[in-house]
Nanobody, 125 residues
């Protein structure tokens, strides 16, 4: 069983920055593929970023490439999403997800087995 708790969301002006954190319970974090997704009102959940178990490989949605950075600290069982140059269209609930015992990147929501409760990010214009 893996529990994920996101934090760091909030209200920020366009052009600003936020750092989201996702703290994981359990002993499988260091061998888990991790990802961030988001869901805006009236829209489907969409992929944002993914990171492999060691942090050596990452992948981003085109809409956030160059502005967002995913990273992880296996000693702290935490994955981060640094979001810079935020835009109003980044407004959404952001979720982290875990797939234990998977050493590659996971880009599809259905492939993740565990999800956090989400944290709201609102970017004002």
């Amino acid at each position: 069983q893996v529990q994920l708790v996101e934090s760091g969301g909030g209200l920020v002006q366009a052009g600003g920055s936020l750092r989201l954190s996702c703290a994981a319970s359990g002993r499988t974090f260091s061998t888990s593929a991790m990802g961030w997704f988001r869901q805006a009102p009236g829209k489907e959940r969409e992929f944002v970023a993914a990171i492999n178990w060691s942090g050596s490989s990452t992948y981003y949605a085109d809409s956030v490439k160059g502005r967002f950075t995913i990273s992880r600290d296996n000693a702290k069982n935490t994955v981060y999403l640094q979001m810079n140059s935020l835009k109003p269209e980044d407004t959404a609930v952001y979720y982290c997800a875990a797939r234990p015992s998977h050493y590659g990147l996971v880009l599809i929501a259905g492939a993740y087995g565990y999800w956090g409760q989400g944290t709201q990010v609102t970017v004002s214009s």
